[in-house]
């Protein structure tokens, strides 16, 4: 069977998106790989002159991506049946479980989780003669999309804030819109909510459930229930021999503060982390020699490295949500219980360290699969009270900032509970920058050169001007900026004494920062003045981050 097909589905990012604790995102994960295991199932199965290039080791269900090529003509209709198959019978597993252990209620939902069954995914294909033609096919045929959700009855999900609310009466036939107050119902919902947190965690009925699977105080929609409801073994187990299951619990990420213990709540770390230019270096496979060969290879040895990515990251320092291959999640957190604040501060200082060596190595480790594809990363320190939607929010501007300044960096981000937050992106190669710190008596006091910049912004010395990231800007004439004191303050408070640096002369480290990051290649349409005002606000970022990360 001659051609080749290429297939995706959608909404993934929406998907992910509504999302509160770690085992949403677990879950999550779990079932777009699951989803992707059908349709490359389906493949298989629908000929044997079939086969499938991307990704690779498609037997493999845990981190299977949702882009797929297929060697060969695959039916649309066969590729939505898989999917549509796939998904309703997850949705089949979780629905009557929750039906098998909450015998004592009467339910009225089915035609609401069927909707859900029907209109939840999107699915894109294309064609073509060779591997670029079907992928810019599918690209054309994504443009147009008919997704659309599932109505509502008035109540609303807490973790989406639309979608209705799952529980035993969603579809009676006396619940009228027109009418309906939520408020009449909140007892008998309560009720339910707590009788199932309590099962899912293998206690009775009348027990108070310590929230693993589901906060009593939670409301989910349909499709957020089944993403906590597929991380429990049993349901795992109901579903299939080889689906996925959680090897560890996320109790031990805590971030809120413990009243009973006098515990203060935690800061954590999230990364988040993207091949740079995947599209382009897949087309060039596509377009070269023995493209099937050489996109299999590519996808396999991806594949690999996030697997062994998963598999090696220190268990001292957290945990990888998930590794697709070319990208992944993960959180660096201390799960040590009933810490003073006074251990907590000391215990969170030394994760800060461990994390910024990690990431000082981790572009090393990326290359280990052996392709020529850079990484970008965003890295996101978190506030206890910074909700978990904002932090996924936050990893994925810091990564997009990543690419948008020249890719092949780290961002970090540190976010504060009022939701404010302080930012600075580098290259890979000059990170150890923040390890060159001197203060004026040899020590890391950053509030040295902190306080230092902070008079100098005070008597305008210095401004941190926002500029565009474009390379058009209107204004640019507005722009009149002398980067001379910025340059000499990363002359006296930064020493090279760092591998990268060694070669250096004392004294001479911002001026080759200022050369090496926007002299050498300055973006198209940037005057100079432009040039000098982007090195203040970097060196400004710079600060700031440093003092904050060291604090």
């Known amino acids: 069977m001659s051609g080749y097909?290429?297939?995706?589905?959608a909404p993934v990012q929406g998907f992910i998106e509504k999302s509160r604790k770690l085992r949403d995102l677990y879950g999550a994960s779990l079932i777009l790989s699951y989803l992707s295991r059908q349709i490359t199932n389906a493949a298989e199965a629908y000929s044997k002159s079939i086969s499938v290039i991307c990704p690779g080791d498609?037997?493999?269900?845990?981190?299977?991506?949702n882009r797929i090529l297929i060697k060969g003509t695959l039916p649309e209709e066969t590729i939505r049946q898989a999917l549509l198959d796939g998904w309703g019978h997850l949705l089949t597993e979780c629905q009557d479980w929750v039906e098998e252990k909450l015998t004592n209620y009467d339910y009225h939902w089915d035609r609401e989780w069927g909707l859900w069954r029907n209109h939840s995914w999107e699915i894109f294909c294309g064609w073509g003669d060779s591997i670029p033609e079907a992928m810019y096919d599918l690209e054309r045929r994504k443009l147009a999309r008919d997704w659309s959700a599932v109505n509502w009855i008035g109540e609303s999900s807490s973790l989406s804030g639309s979608d209705a609310i799952a529980w035993n009466e969603l579809g009676s036939s006396t619940r009228n819109p027109q009418i309906l107050r939520y408020g009449d119902e909140k007892e008998k919902i309560d009720r339910f909510y707590q009788q199932l947190s309590a099962v899912?965690?293998?206690?009775?009925?009348?027990?108070?459930?310590?929230?693993?699977?589901?906060?009593?105080?939670?409301?989910?929609?349909?499709?957020?229930?089944?993403?906590?409801?597929?991380?429990?073994?049993?349901i795992a187990n109901r579903i299939s021999d080889d689906f996925p299951q959680l090897d560890r619990?996320?109790?031990?990420?805590?971030?809120?503060?413990?009243?009973?213990?006098?515990?203060?709540?935690?800061w954590t770390g999230w990364f988040m982390g993207d091949g740079d230019k995947v599209g382009e270096h897949l087309k060039q496979l596509g377009d070269g020699e023995n493209p099937d060969f050489t996109l299999k290879e590519f996808s396999e040895a991806m594949r690999n490295w996030g697997k062994q990515f998963e598999?090696?990251?220190?268990?001292?320092?957290?945990?990888?949500?998930?590794a697709g291959g070319d990208d992944f999640l993960g959180v660096v957190y201390d799960s040590t219980p009933n810490l003073t604040a006074e251990e907590l501060n000391e215990s969170t200082q030394t994760l800060k360290l461990d994390s910024w060596k990690w990431l000082q190595e981790l572009p090393v480790k990326w290359q280990e699969h052996g392709q020529n594809i850079n990484l970008s990363v965003g890295f996101v320190w978190a506030g206890q009270s910074v909700p978990q939607r904002d932090i996924l929010q936050h990893c994925r501007e810091a990564e997009k900032r990543s690419k948008k300044l020249g890719r092949n960096r780290l961002t970090l981000r540190v976010v504060f509970n009022s939701g404010q937050f302080v930012q600075w992106t580098c290259p890979w190669q000059y990170l150890s920058i923040l390890d060159c710190y001197r203060d004026r008596d040899g020590?890391?006091?950053?509030?040295h050169i902190y306080n230092d910049m902070a008079q100098l912004k005070a008597r305008h010395a210095i401004e941190n001007i926002r500029i565009s990231e474009e390379d058009e800007w209107e204004e640019e004439s507005q722009i009149n900026a002398d980067a001379s004191i910025a340059i000499a303050l990363a002359n006296i408070y930064f020493h090279p004494n760092t591998e990268t640096f060694v070669n250096l002369e004392p004294g001479t480290l911002g001026n080759?920062?200022?050369?090496?990051?926007?002299?050498?290649?300055?973006?198209?349409?940037?005057?100079?003045?432009?040039?000098?005002?982007?090195?203040?606000?970097?060196?400004?970022?710079?600060?700031?981050?440093g003092w904050h990360l060291s604090h």
């Open 5 to 9: 097909t290429a297939t995706t589905f």
């Open 58 to 65: 498609p037997n493999n269900t845990k981190g299977l991506p």
């Open 200 to 234: 899912l965690e293998g206690k009775g009925l009348d027990e108070t459930p310590e929230g693993k699977f589901l906060d009593p105080s939670e409301r989910v929609s349909i499709p957020e229930l089944v993403k906590r409801l597929v991380t429990h073994p049993q």
């Open 249 to 266: 619990s996320f109790s031990d990420v805590i971030r809120l503060p413990n009243p009973e213990t006098q515990t203060p709540g935690r």
């Open 311 to 322: 598999r090696d990251f220190p268990r001292k320092l957290g945990r990888v949500i998930y």
């Open 443 to 447: 020590g890391q006091n950053w509030g």
């Open 512 to 545: 080759f920062l200022f050369r090496e990051l926007f002299e050498a290649d300055p973006p198209p349409h940037w005057t100079y003045d432009r040039l000098q005002q982007a090195f203040i606000n970097w060196f400004d970022n710079l600060v700031s981050i």
